[in-house]
């Protein structure tokens, strides 16, 4: 059990070392006042069609880190915009909305600075697109001589001669 005058000097070291916290904290704000450090950049990114000015909305926006480690994930707004805040750095994004194609961008964000990006996107090829493309010219041309010629057999054939 403490006696009263050790319980009063316990007390009065126990407030001053809470006043000196306050004052500590007071310069430590009033530090960050006057040299608040560096100002957060903002990316603002707006999908559209392709071919259009019509703007996607829901797109799912992803801001991956330069490793590809995902730092946020977000959705446009019905004007196909989104604007995050961001620290210094460089930064991927991409953008997503089936049945279009995805896209993506590489961004340097400065301090205190707005970087725009614009992302245009297109329908996905179709399967038969992408086969068709792959077979090469050559391998297109004889496939399409190839239907015209059974297309001709067949009118002959329907014709009885």
């Given amino acids: 059990m403490l006696d009263r005058r050790e319980f009063i000097k316990r007390g009065a070291l126990a407030g001053i070392g809470v006043g000196l916290m ?3 904290g007071g310069v ?3 530090v ?5 450090g560096p100002a957060p950049g903002e990316v603002v990114a707006t999908v559209h069609e392709a071919g259009s000015d019509r703007p996607v909305s829901q797109a799912t926006v992803e ?5 590809d480690t995902l730092v946020m994930a977000t959705t446009t707004t019905a ?4 604007a ?7 930064y991927r994004l991409r953008v997503s909305a ?3 194609a995805e896209a993506t961008r590489d961004v340097r964000i400065q301090p205190g600075a707005t970087t725009e990006v614009r992302f245009a996107l297109a329908a996905k090829a179709s399967a038969t697109a992408r086969r068709s493309a ?3 010219p050559v391998e297109s041309a004889t496939r399409a001589v190839g239907k015209g010629v059974s297309g001709v057999e067949r009118f002959v054939h329907r014709l009885g001669l």
């Fill in 22 to 24: 306050s004052i500590a």
């Fill in 28 to 30: 430590y704000s009033t």
């Fill in 63 to 67: 801001i991956l880190a330069p490793d």
């Fill in 32 to 36: 960050r006042l006057v040299n608040p």
């Fill in 79 to 82: 004007s196909g915009i989104v």
């Fill in 84 to 90: 995050r805040s961001l620290r210094e750095g460089v």
């Fill in 98 to 100: 089936p049945p279009l």
């Fill in 134 to 136: 792959a077979s090469g």
